[in-house]
């Protein structure tokens, strides 16, 4: 399973950004999928996830009414749109999968992981 992840780059304090991550190569028919976020200083965090199943997304608390995960399942593409980009939003952005039942901000259940995307926050 190969997860490709792009969209990242530089952008000013109160702008936009949207990564997305597409999914090849899998074998299972349904997979839940996170997006992640690390700095140098910090742990990889959970930043929001969603069900394969029901339409019920998760956020962590610092961006929740800022950002929104959605998925196109025909196009087999996760996506998270970041607004009103705040400094300390900087980070490495991960998109993550899992076809594992369980919690979907449960970090040690995802199994597969892309390569990251680099989000800036600067003025």
């Known amino acids: 399973v190969q997860l490709q992840a792009s969209g990242g780059g530089l952008v000013q304090p109160g702008g936009s950004l949207r990564l997305s991550c597409v999914v090849s190569?899998?074998?299972?028919?349904?997979?839940?999928t996170a997006w992640y976020r690390q700095t140098p200083a910090k742990e990889r965090e959970f930043v929001a996830a969603m069900p394969w199943r029901g339409d019920r997304p998760r956020y962590t608390g610092s961006v929740r009414g800022r950002f929104t995960i959605s998925r196109d399942k025909a196009k087999d593409t996760v996506y998270l749109q970041m607004n009103s980009l705040k400094l300390e939003d900087t980070a490495v952005y991960y998109c993550?999968?899992?076809?594992?039942?369980?919690?979907?901000?449960?970090?040690?259940?995802?199994?597969?992981w892309g390569q990251g995307t680099l989000v800036t926050v600067s003025s």
């Open positions: 993550t999968v899992k076809s594992n039942s369980g919690p979907i901000d449960k970090m040690s259940d995802y199994e597969y």
């Open positions: 190569g899998r074998t299972f028919s349904a997979y839940d």
